[in-house]
């Protein structure tokens, strides 16, 4: 639109300053997505972007998740190489906010329609008041699981209770030598619906309290270790994605923990899921003390440092559009952040959008505070230690809990 054009509330309107057509410029944007089975349908949706803005040239970046946290911060901090846009973990968007690395995004063509967006991922956006980044995808975790296996065990629905998941995994054990779950063992992610499962939870950021190895906490550990001693799971403490993913896909194991990332994946069709009709979606079990599966998800992030900070913002505003986020949900399985998106009846049909729109819903939220990345990298430690046999589940627990009281200086 033109310029000096205002909302009604008398703000500026959102892009008010920029007219798209006489944007110009490049936009280096970091990719963490998987490069085998996501970027490809990124790189198609920018050539698209590309044709619509002749202008603006983008060089992507397909950098892997594991690593990309500390390179961002690396090139953020130098200015040397550094990207325009990236693509921030929810966890990461208040830590680099508060290391002043964003562009505050509020009232600019990046946050186009903003009231459309779900306020689950908008809250991982936000710090201090200002909106540091854009919410692409969001995410929570469910039980999936393998109908067929199910079926030849004799089972008729999946297990809603962690007790009841032991009981399947025994019955299918019995009736076909296979193990019932495959429980990720390398990425503390997947402590976490354990973990609310017992009513327990990290932190409580409020009270700036360590409750990883409360009661609840320790019960959590205790539950994930009887699960692989009980032989109810296999795990492994390295390459876990790939492990999970091939026993889930060959039916080696007939349940696995994750979230819609994992579809564009299980899609592509190992033979147990070459009829996608066999794949079941679940909520996570529930605990003795509760039940739930976290937050994640991904947004689009501007440097504060670019040069090129119209065209980022074109470009963000582009990538977050209710057009793309139907794409990339239609072609990757991926849930929209835009509430108009999941009204589109072909996006509505999806199966697993509707199984994961309500469980994303209900996801159990986390703090979204500069330290709320940090709190992964000790729990891992202490989690493959539990899982290796070198530490009892109590142990683990309170050796992070120690861990965060140093680290965060909280109680
Ligand atoms: C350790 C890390 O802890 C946290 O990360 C949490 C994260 O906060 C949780 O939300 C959760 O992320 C979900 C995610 O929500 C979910 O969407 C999915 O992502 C898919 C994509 O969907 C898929 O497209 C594709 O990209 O692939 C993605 C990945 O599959 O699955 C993710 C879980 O995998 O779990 C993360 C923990 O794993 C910190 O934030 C750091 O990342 C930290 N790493 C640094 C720590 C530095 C210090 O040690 C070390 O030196 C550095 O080298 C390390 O980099």
């Given at each position: 639109?033109?310029s000096?054009?205002?909302?009604?509330?008398g703000?500026?309107?959102?892009?008010a300053s920029?007219?798209?057509?006489?944007?110009?410029g490049?936009?280096?944007?970091?990719?963490?997505?998987?490069?085998k089975?996501?970027?490809?349908?990124?790189?198609?949706?920018?050539?698209?972007?590309?044709?619509k803005y002749p202008?603006?040239?983008?060089n992507?970046v397909?950098?892997?998740?594991?690593?990309?946290?500390?390179?961002?911060?690396?090139a953020?901090?130098?200015g040397t190489?550094?990207p325009?846009?990236?693509?921030?973990?929810?966890?990461w968007?208040p830590?680099?906010?508060s290391?002043?690395?964003?562009?505050p995004l509020d009232?600019t063509?990046?946050?186009?329609?903003?009231?459309?967006?779900?306020?689950?991922?908008?809250?991982?956006?936000?710090?201090?008041?200002?909106?540091?980044?854009?919410?692409?995808?969001?995410?929570?975790?469910a039980?999936f699981y393998?109908?067929?296996?199910?079926?030849?065990?004799?089972?008729?629905?999946?297990?809603?209770t962690i007790d009841?998941?032991?009981a399947?995994?025994?019955q299918?054990k019995?009736?076909?030598?296979?193990?019932g779950?495959y429980?990720?063992?390398?990425?503390?992610?997947?402590?976490?619906?354990f973990?609310?499962?017992?009513?327990g939870d990290?932190?409580?950021?409020?009270?700036k309290?360590?409750?990883?190895?409360?009661?609840?906490?320790?019960?959590?550990?205790k539950?994930?270790?009887?699960?692989v001693?009980?032989?109810?799971a296999?795990?492994?403490?390295?390459?876990?994605?790939a492990?999970?993913?091939?026993?889930?896909?060959?039916?080696?194991?007939?349940?696995?923990?994750?979230?819609p990332?994992?579809?564009?994946?299980?899609?592509?069709?190992?033979?147990?899921?070459a009829?996608?009709?066999?794949?079941?979606?679940?909520?996570?079990?529930a605990?003795?003390?509760?039940?739930?599966a976290?937050q994640?998800?991904?947004?689009?992030?501007?440097y504060?440092?670019?040069?090129?900070?119209?065209?980022?913002e074109?470009?963000?505003q582009?990538?977050?559009s209710?057009?793309v986020?139907?794409?990339?949900?239609?072609?990757?399985?991926?849930?929209?952040?835009?509430?108009s998106?999941?009204?589109?009846?072909?996006?509505a049909?999806?199966?697993s959008?509707?199984?994961?729109?309500?469980?994303?819903d209900?996801?159990?939220?986390?703090?979204?505070?500069?330290?709320?990345?940090?709190?992964?990298?000790?729990?891992?430690?202490?989690?493959?230690?539990?899982?290796s046999?070198k530490?009892?589940?109590e142990?683990?627990?309170?050796n992070?809990?120690?861990a965060?009281?140093?680290?965060?200086?909280?109680?």
């Amino acid at each position: 639109g033109s310029s000096g054009s205002t909302s009604n509330n008398g703000a500026p309107a959102a892009g008010a300053s920029v007219d798209p057509a006489k944007v110009s410029g490049t936009v280096t944007w970091w990719d963490t997505s998987d490069a085998k089975a996501e970027a490809p349908t990124y790189q198609k949706v920018i050539a698209d972007f590309q044709a619509k803005y002749p202008n603006v040239k983008v060089n992507y970046v397909n950098v892997p998740f594991d690593g990309a946290q500390n390179k961002i911060k690396n090139a953020f901090s130098t200015g040397t190489d550094a990207p325009d846009v990236i693509r921030s973990e929810v966890a990461w968007t208040p830590e680099l906010a508060s290391l002043h690395y964003l562009a505050p995004l509020d009232g600019t063509l990046a946050l186009d329609k903003a009231d459309d967006f779900l306020p689950n991922p908008v809250a991982a956006t936000k710090y201090e008041g200002k909106t540091y980044a854009v919410p692409q995808v969001t995410d929570t975790m469910a039980l999936f699981y393998n109908k067929k296996m199910f079926a030849d065990a004799g089972i008729a629905k999946a297990p809603a209770t962690i007790d009841e998941l032991k009981a399947d995994a025994a019955q299918i054990k019995a009736k076909t030598g296979k193990t019932g779950m495959y429980l990720r063992g390398d990425d503390a992610y997947w402590t976490l619906s354990f973990l609310y499962g017992e009513g327990g939870d990290l932190v409580d950021a409020g009270s700036k309290t360590v409750t990883v190895d409360n009661p609840a906490g320790v019960k959590a550990f205790k539950t994930m270790k009887d699960l692989v001693d009980s032989g109810a799971a296999k795990t492994s403490v390295t390459d876990g994605w790939a492990n999970m993913m091939s026993s889930f896909q060959s039916g080696d194991t007939a349940m696995m923990i994750n979230g819609p990332w994992a579809l564009a994946t299980v899609n592509k069709g190992g033979d147990a899921f070459a009829d996608k009709a066999n794949l079941g979606i679940a909520v996570v079990p529930a605990g003795s003390g509760g039940q739930g599966a976290p937050q994640g998800g991904h947004s689009y992030a501007v440097y504060a440092g670019s040069k090129n900070v119209p065209a980022s913002e074109l470009f963000v505003q582009y990538m977050a559009s209710a057009e793309v986020q139907a794409t990339l949900t239609k072609e990757l399985g991926v849930l929209p952040t835009r509430k108009s998106v999941y009204a589109q009846p072909d996006v509505a049909s999806i199966d697993s959008v509707k199984f994961f729109k309500d469980a994303v819903d209900k996801a159990h939220q986390r703090p979204w505070i500069p330290e709320g990345g940090t709190l992964f990298a000790p729990l891992v430690t202490e989690y493959t230690a539990m899982l290796s046999g070198k530490e009892t589940p109590e142990q683990a627990a309170k050796n992070t809990g120690d861990a965060y009281r140093k680290n965060l200086g909280w109680k």
